[in-house]
């Protein structure tokens, strides 16, 4: 019998819908190939905890990182197999069980199905956005967030965060709930593996980078508007601005400046869909990468970019001088004068700014994968040791 048993209904539902996988689902699929040989799946369905067969799991577990055409066949044959076994079981079995997403713990009964049973809940804890800057999300996600960190609290045997300053928040959160915090872990992400960029560049004149999701918080609405006055400014000279990302939430005032503003249209780009080898090669060619945000638990395009050996210039963030020390430029994000000095600065063929930043990088080593797991594999031995009598 496996260890533990992995929920995987938040990556199982995304690829079955065709969707690209997120930052989260990326932690996701990490989590899946460290502890896949050692656990079994667990799909939430029609109100069942489906857990699959050894091979199923096996089976599913290697499809999930590129799921195929016969993907959805597989899902479907694994649960219906799995789906009567699962009426009614309470898991009696003492077992790590993992939620790296999210999912599902903002319904009440999740916790309640969890402190019926024998599982050990180990989570991992991205961000507490939503409920530290609830101006930038959709509506009434605050309080489906926090009822994600109570459930957390309540039942987790363990807690692992992305960097400090997520665990600092989520520590602060429990402290002002006066709930006790379960045993926990720092544990920094690695960079997705990107593909070598392609030899050619993506367009001849010097640009600029902005990834992630259009929404509130990653503050394109400052970055459009300093385009517009670079472009007013410098004419033909001003740089070029790309944007890899989907269209997000609250986001119409950027939408419309992306779609309607004639003065943007030759000078803004916007790359909704990229595969990683379109990503690398437009992060590898770029002067650097723009990272404006308002608020992060972690920063995962920081460390993509910088793996890449692309400069960053970024919002001064606890988050981001965790990964990258010094190296990156930073700058308040509400600092319009100041990023506009640093994006002309950099766009320069010859910036002793941007080569300085290129010398800094020689020197950092960015978070790996094993050393990640070596911290929650460290957080399990110690919950074993506590829990024998």
Partial sequence: MRESLIDVTRLVDRAMQGRLPTGVDRVSLEYVRHFGDRATALVRFAGQWIELSEADS??????????????????????????????GRQFSRPRFFFNTGHNGLEKPQYAQFLQR???????????????????????????????RMNTMLRTGHGVIANSAATLAEF?????????????????????????????????????????????????????L?????????????????????????????????????????????????????????????????????????????????????????ASDLPAFREIAGDIPEYADPLDGRRWAQLVVEYAQPHSEMRRGQCRKMGGLALPTWQAHFQQVEALMEQLRVAAKP
């Fill in 225 to 313: 508007q300093l385009w517009r006055q670079l472009i007013e400014r410098l004419g033909e000279a001003a740089p070029r601005l790309v944007i890899v990302g989907q269209r997000g939430w609250l986001c119409d005032n950027v939408m419309d400046m992306l779609e309607r503003c004639e003065v943007l249209k030759g000078f803004v780009f916007q790359q909704a869909g990229c595969s990683d080898a379109e990503l690398a090669t437009w992060l590898g060619h770029s002067q650097a990468l723009l990272f404006p945000t308002f608020a992060e638990g972690y920063g995962m395009p920081l460390a993509e970019a910088l793996a890449l050996g692309v400069p960053v210039i």
């Fill in 171 to 223: 520590a602060a959160y429990a402290q002002s709930s006066g709930m006790p915090l379960p045993a926990t872990a720092v544990a920094l992400l690695a960079p997705a593996q990107l593909p070598a960029p392609a030899p050619q560049r993506p367009m001849e004149a010097p640009y600029f980078v902005m990834l992630g999701t259009i929404e509130p918080r990653k503050n394109h609405w400052l970055m």
């Fill in 58 to 87: 096996e089976r599913l577990f290697a499809a999930l990182p590129k799921p195929g055409h016969g993907f959805n066949a597989l899902v479907r044959r694994a649960v219906a197999k799995a789906f009567v076994r699962s009426v």
């Fill in 117 to 147: 049973s024998a599982l050990k809940p180990l989570y991992f804890v991205h961000d507490l956005i939503p409920v530290s800057h609830p101006e930038y999300c959709r509506p009434g996600e605050t309080g489906r967030h926090g009822v």
